[in-house]
């Protein structure tokens, strides 16, 4: 394998000359830096990440920005662990990571956490961009400080960040819409459960309703949805009295679809209502979901491997700015089907 002595020597320029090409430090003719380049490409040459950093001696900060997790809304836990396990790893390149986290229903403290995020200096972000208005706000000033950013889990179009790494959310959509159609007949309805007051709040979300709803439009398909608003989910009472007033007005009903992590609460609720037999969709192997799979209370859900997406976020940003490697602006998770059957 080529070193960058051996690329110096057949150039006939000095190790110094052939680092500045190789990090981008200019003051190399450009005669002299296509040679190096053309040498560099012909040797398929691999710069030494820990050896780059531990030369330069200097620390680079990666910050992100997820919301909280806790017992109820358990799903963000799994990214977290992921940065976590990436985070152990990459600390020997000279990398520190800092977590800042946000209550994901309220825009004041995503505000107000990537505020202390800015503060705290780093060189590159990691964010879960929950709140679209809010998020092309915050990331000029990522741009005005030349900070790279990259989107988790959620994507917004028209931004400037480096990569994306999540589900395609419309087509996890339509996958879902495909799967409630194999649960049920023609003719028959499906109420869409929705727990935000305005669902473009999350673009993930909305998408993913969009390609549900399409998957019946497209394909000519007789069944109606049916838009159902439950922002609060801590009453329980109100909650299975609300979902019960609903399928009382609407007994056509037979198919419930909910767009996030949340599927296990409306579960349990129509469990105990004793209404008709319903076919439940959602998303995310979290580990009361999975409980609710196992009791056939919910008939699938669709995973998008969460750890994974952290881990593979610290990763692709340490690269980036160790190595300047650019990563593909699309990272796309799989859409994953669990069923009872192969949850274990």
């Not at 002299?32 to 531990?54: D, P, V």
């Not at 979901?289 to 990763?315: A, H, M, T, W």
Request: aromatic share 8%; hydrophobic share 40%.
């Amino acid at each position: 394998m080529k070193t960058i002595k051996d690329i110096a020597m057949e150039a006939n320029v000095s190790t110094g000359t052939v680092d500045r090409v190789l990090h981008n430090r200019g003051g190399v003719s450009k005669k002299t830096e296509g040679e190096i380049k053309l040498l560099l490409k012909r040797y398929n040459f691999k710069l030494n990440i820990m050896a780059s950093s531990l030369a330069s001696k200097k620390n680079l900060k990666i910050a992100t920005l997820l919301p909280d997790f806790n017992e109820e809304n358990i799903f963000w836990e799994a990214p977290l662990m992921g940065i976590t396990t990436a985070r152990e790893e990459v600390e020997i390149f000279g990398i520190k990571v800092e977590n800042f986290a946000f209550d994901q229903f309220k825009v004041s403290t995503y505000l107000s956490q990537f505020q202390a995020l800015l503060d705290s200096m780093p060189d590159g972000v990691i964010i879960v961009p929950t709140f679209r208005k809010e998020t092309q706000q915050i990331v000029l000033k990522l741009e005005q400080n030349n900070i790279p950013y990259i989107f988790l889990n959620i994507d917004i179009e028209g931004c400037k960040n480096l990569s994306f790494i999540g589900q395609e959310s419309y087509q996890s959509g339509f996958l879902a819409g495909k799967l409630m159609h194999l649960c049920l007949r023609d003719e028959c309805s499906v109420m869409i459960i929705q727990t935000r007051s305005s669902i473009d709040d999350n673009h993930a979300i909305s998408r993913r309703i969009n390609g549900f709803t399409d998957y019946f439009s497209d394909n000519k398909i007789l069944i109606r949805t049916i838009n159902a608003h439950t922002c609060n989910l801590n009453n329980i009472n109100a909650l299975k009295e609300k979902l019960g007033s609903i399928l009382k007005n609407n007994p056509t009903i037979r198919g419930v679809f909910v767009p996030n992590s949340k599927i296990s609460v409306f579960a349990d609720c129509i469990e105990d209502l004793k209404t008709q037999t319903l076919s439940l969709i959602g998303f995310d192997g979290t580990k009361q979901n999975v409980r609710c799979l196992k009791e056939d209370k919910v008939s699938f859900l669709i995973s998008q491997k969460p750890f994974k997406q952290g881990y593979k976020s610290i990763k692709l940003m340490t690269n980036y700015l160790i190595e300047k490697k650019q990563p593909l602006a699309k990272v796309y998770s799989p859409l994953e089907i669990l069923t009872k059957e192969n949850v274990m």
